[in-house]
């Protein structure tokens, strides 16, 4: 069995109070921004797309945080929270070096780390459903 299968409530609350800081910006969402990525966006419907994007990132730190104690949502929170730290990952490197040097350097990092810890998730759990399936069809 993976580290990570063992130790996935822990990795998925620790992934979900970081993911849930985020509400910051549904908050102040200029300071964000500027500590985030260096520059601001302008106007009210910068302001409602920040705060918008804010609390749909916390929603998925709140799901990681439920998942971690209802072990059968885990595939489902565990893919939704992955594509969406993949989808961020990705257009920040798409975008250069840039916006790396902010604080979206360090949360494309930990992102991508939590990343791979999720897939570890779900490469261990394969395998303990082969091994299952092994076992099952030797004792029949």
């Given at each position: 069995m993976l580290w990570t299968t063992r130790h996935?409530?822990?990795?998925?609350?620790?992934?979900?109070?970081?993911?849930?800081?985020?509400?910051?910006?549904?908050?102040?969402?200029?300071?964000?921004?500027?500590?985030?990525?260096g520059s601001s966006l302008q106007g009210p419907v910068a302001e409602?797309?920040?705060?918008?994007?804010?609390?749909?990132?916390?929603?998925?730190?709140?799901?990681?945080?439920?998942?971690?104690y209802h072990p059968a949502q885990r595939p489902l929170v565990l893919a939704v929270a992955?594509?969406?730290?993949?989808?961020?990952?990705?257009?920040?490197?798409?975008?250069?070096?840039?916006?790396?040097?902010?604080?979206?350097?360090?949360a494309v990092a930990v992102d991508s780390l939590f990343v791979l810890l999720y897939a570890g998730y779900f490469a261990g759990r394969a395998n303990q459903v082969k091994l299952a399936n092994v076992a099952s069809s030797r004792s029949t």
């Open positions: 996935i409530k822990g990795i998925m609350l620790l992934s979900g109070v970081l993911t849930c800081t985020m509400l910051y910006a549904a908050i102040a969402p200029q300071a964000a921004l500027s500590s985030q990525f409602v797309v920040v705060r918008s994007w804010a609390v749909l990132i916390t929603l998925v730190g709140g799901m990681l945080l439920y998942g971690a992955g594509t969406s730290k993949l989808a961020f990952v990705s257009l920040v490197l798409t975008q250069g070096g840039a916006l790396l040097q902010h604080q979206a350097g360090i």
